[in-house]
């Protein structure tokens, strides 16, 4: 029975350590960021609407959840807020902005960002064309009789 045991046991220690994840090999991160004047929005990273998100402090703060950082080194990530009085705000992050943080026992790669949405331009305030001239200017005479007028 002993040696059964002690079999069972290496043998399972042997298949965890062949598929064990490199920690190396996939690296994730998160952006947390603090909305200053809106509350949830719509995200966009690199120009994919982007769902692995979170809001917490009542909408003021934004989580931005599974970037992979051993694929993409830069993310371009576009805030668009539901209030249509605000303009969508774009906010840059790179690989180095992402620190190590612990949370009990487990390291989180974390960058943290603030944005401020600027106001929306109304879209009524547009510069318009100079319109038409609505009446053409008069033809030039060319010393010819006058056109007949018809009878009513």
């Known amino acids: 029975m002993k040696p059964l045991f002690i079999a069972l046991f290496v043998t399972a220690g042997l298949s965890s350590v062949a598929y064990a994840d490199d920690p190396a090999e ?12 809106a509350e949830y ?3 966009s990273v690199n120009g994919d609407e982007w769902t692995s998100t979170e809001f917490e402090k009542g909408g003021k703060l934004l989580l931005v959840k599974s970037l992979r950082l051993d694929e993409v080194s830069n993310f371009s990530v576009v805030l668009t807020p539901f209030n249509p009085k605000l303009a969508p705000a774009t906010v840059e992050v790179e690989e180095k902005d992402f620190k190590k943080v612990r ?3 487990v390291y989180f790669l974390i960058a943290k960002g603030a944005v401020k949405f600027d106001a929306a331009k109304p879209e009524g305030d547009k510069p318009q064309p100079p319109p038409d001239d609505p009446i053409p200017p008069p033809e030039e005479d060319k010393g010819g009789p006058p056109p007949a007028v018809p009878d009513l």
Request: charged residues 40%; hydrophobic residues 30%; aromatic residues 12%.
């Open 26 to 37: 996939e690296r994730f991160g998160e952006f947390h960021i603090t909305l200053k004047n």
């Open 41 to 43: 929005c719509k995200v």
């Open 103 to 105: 949370k009990g026992r």
